[in-house]
């Protein structure tokens, strides 16, 4: 049974650098895409980043556009954050979706979730 566990958030300064590992277990990854979604206070859960299975596609949200990499080595996916602003402050959670579609989704719809990890942006 697929289990996700995520870790490395904290607090950091804006401007400041954080990366965000999911570490899977139970189960191989290579049928899954996997999904980096966040829940900042008093908003509702919105999708980050998606990785795809087989051809790694990515998929971002425009509000982290060019500042968020998602990447994957072996059974951990990772979420590296540069230019850190105050609106990133939320719980971060990783997804896994076992994989109907070629491409992942930035959708709310995936099977198996982590417990979350907090980021606080703030000076």
């Known amino acids: 049974q697929l289990q996700l566990v995520e870790s490395g958030g904290g607090l950091v300064q804006p401007g400041g650098s954080l990366t965000l590992s999911c570490a899977a277990s139970g189960a191989t990854l290579n049928y899954y895409h996997i999904g980096w979604f966040r829940q900042a206070p008093g908003k509702e859960r919105e999708g980050v980043s998606c990785i795809s299975r087989g051809d790694g596609t990515t998929s971002y949200a425009d509000a982290v556009k060019g500042r968020f990499t998602i990447s994957r080595e072996q059974n951990t996916i990772y979420l590296h954050m540069n230019n850190l602003k105050s609106e990133d402050t939320a719980v971060y959670f990783c997804?896994?979706?076992?994989?109907?579609?070629?491409?992942?989704?930035?959708?709310?719809?995936?099977?198996?979730w982590g417990q979350g990890t907090h980021v606080t942006v703030s000076s």
């Open positions: 997804a896994a979706d076992f994989a109907l579609l070629r491409h992942c989704v930035l959708s709310p719809q995936y099977g198996t």
